[in-house]
Nanobody, 121 residues
Framework: QVQLQESGPGLVKPSQTLSLTCTVSGESITTIHYYWSWIRQPSGKAMEWVGAMSWTGSTYYNPSLKSRISISRNTSRNQFTLQLTSVTPEDTAEYYC?????????????WGQGTQGAVSA
């Protein structure tokens, strides 16, 4: 069974970098044709696709966030990490990692439970 678990600091200050890690079990993040994604949901708002990394390590980012985000991976630990720089309170959201079959759709067969990423002075 595929399981994803997000981890990271719950609170960062404005202008800092939010770094979240997703640990995957039950499947390798190099398994062909899956995308390992980050999706967020601010309180009371719709889900927003943030970005993804493919099984080859290629990255795909939301154009509205592209200048501030990067996704990397550690294949030996079966983890992938989101870094969001220059954060503002508008980046406060529940952040989910997920496995998509097609990047950018938000349609994922497996999701983590989510982790709060709060930005506050």
């Amino acid at each position: 069974q595929v399981q994803l678990q997000e981890s990271g600091p719950g609170l960062v200050k404005p202008s800092q970098t939010l770094s979240l890690t997703c640990t995957v079990s039950g499947e390798s993040i190099t398994t062909i044709h899956y995308y390992w994604s980050w999706i967020r949901q601010p309180s009371g708002k719709a889900m927003e696709w943030v970005g993804a990394m493919s099984w080859t390590g290629s990255t795909y980012y939301n154009p509205s966030l592209k200048s501030r985000i990067s996704i990397s991976r550690n294949t030996s630990r079966n983890q992938f990490t989101l870094q969001l720089t220059s954060v503002t309170p508008e980046d406060t959201a529940e952040y989910y990692c997920a496995r998509e079959f097609t990047a950018g759709t938000g349609e994922a067969a497996y999701w983590g439970q989510g982790t709060q990423g709060a930005v506050s002075a």
